[in-house]
């Protein structure tokens, strides 16, 4: 029988050579359910990883951030006092296509500590009502977070997003569709003193500087949507800044030690499920009472497939949230966070995020939330 990894690589092979640049092609080849073997030789994001080793090798990567502020309880996890800021000037155009009532284009730029930024900015034809932060899950690309003719799990949440009237930028958040080479990527940085986690945050972060760059639009009402992994991200980011953005988190709300003690990692320890991260300095700061206590009174919602076994109430969906719901109501905003169970698997379900988001963006109560900010010692 040939092994998963051997599979993945004989897939890649099959696919054929990357370009760095990747492909302008939005109609994806069919993933059956290993979307990032027919991604990443695809668009080129396999060259695009490895290019971080031959940067490290030129003495091109440096330590140190500028960007915005992250709060003390968060450093050690980051690794900074700041967030890696974007060199907005530098920012190149890879393609642009045009979809149905959006456009997406593609852009590559630099962050200060020398590595590289590749997403996808989904601009709708029309007014755009705001600026959404979508942070993609592993295994997955921005391309298809954009595209519904073989969606992932994302459920091509990009598009749905544009064509609901807001920009989208989607980073893609560096790893080579499993964790292995996340692991692998994120301890050849820290041996430069770069943090990955940071550089992940900071390309998510950077969309207000792409949306200003590519379209001249500013002031927007920005709102974020982390799925998966990218949840992680979303409520790590959030946590860091303090920006009080509305914000979404799909398919993440568990006890992580519960989850690290599940067989969901005992019967596969030939596959490096849990991620870097979860022994980061031990400082991770994971769903329930003490990210709440960071993160509050962000507005927060909440969704998750009712057979998404990794985050189950075996799991301590439930009670995570509870607790995250305690500290909201204990500071009198228990109003701004909720959650939904949907009919489904681990995977983007939207309806009601994106109603919920619609409210929250257009409401005037967006800037007194996020006026708080300048409230909070960072």
């Known amino acids: 029988m040939i092994s998963r990894r051997a599979l ?31 991604d990443l030789p695809a668009l080129g994001y396999d060259a695009f990883c490895r290019s971080f080793f031959d940067i490290a090798a030129s003495g091109k990567l440096r330590a140190g951030a500028t960007g915005p502020d992250i709060r003390r309880e968060m450093k050690s ?41 590749r997403g996808c900015l989904g ?13 993609h899950g592993m295994a997955s690309t921005p391309e298809r977070c954009f595209v519904d003719t073989d969606p992932d799990y994302m459920n091509a949440i990009g ?49 207000e500087t792409v ?23 979303a409520l790590h980011l959030e946590a860091a800044t303090g920006r009080m953005r ?26 490096e499920l849990a991620s870097y991260i979860h022994f980061s300095r031990s400082h991770a700061k994971y769903v329930g009472r003490v990210l709440a206590s960071l993160i509050s009174p962000c507005p927060l919602f909440a969704e998750l497939g009712n057979r998404d076994v990794a985050n ?23 109003h701004l966070i909720d959650m939904i169970v949907f009919d489904g698997v681990h995977e983007v379900n939207g309806k009601g995020a994106r109603l919920w988001l619609q409210e929250r963006l257009a ?8 006026r708080l900010k300048n409230a909070i010692a960072l």
């Not at 045009?98 to 593609?106: A, E, H, L, P, W």
């Open 8 to 38: 993945s690589g004989l897939l890649m092979t099959l696919v054929g050579p990357a370009s760095m640049a990747g492909s302008d092609d939005l109609g994806l080849g069919h993933c059956r359910g290993a979307c990032a073997n027919v």
């Open 77 to 117: 996890l980051f690794m900074e006092r700041r967030l890696y800021r974007a060199f907005s000037d530098e920012m190149r155009v890879l393609w642009r296509r045009t979809q149905d009532r959006f456009s997406v284009v593609k852009v590559e730029f630099d962050l200060e500590c020398g590595l590289p930024v």
């Open 123 to 135: 601009i709708p034809d029309a007014e755009a009502k705001g600026l959404v932060l979508l942070a």
């Open 159 to 207: 598009k749905q997003l544009c064509q609901d009237g807001y920009v989208v930028w989607c980073p893609y958040i560096v790893q080579i569709g499993n964790q292995e080479s996340q692991n692998n990527i994120a301890a050849m940085l820290a041996s430069h003193h770069i943090s990955a986690h940071n550089v992940s945050c900071a390309s998510i972060d950077a969309g």
């Open 211 to 233: 949306c200003r760059r590519m379209t001249g639009l500013s002031g927007l009402n920005v709102g974020a949507y982390g799925v998966s992994w990218g949840a992680f991200l």
């Open 246 to 271: 509305p914000t979404v988190v799909s398919g993440y709300m568990r006890d992580e030690k519960k989850f690290l003690m599940s067989p969901t990692i005992s019967k596969n320890l030939g596959i």
């Open 312 to 334: 189950s109430v075996a799991y301590g969906r439930d009670e995570k949230f509870a607790e995250m719901q305690a500290v909201y109501a204990a500071s009198g905003h228990g």
């Open 363 to 370: 409401s005037p109560a967006y800037q007194a939330t996020s």
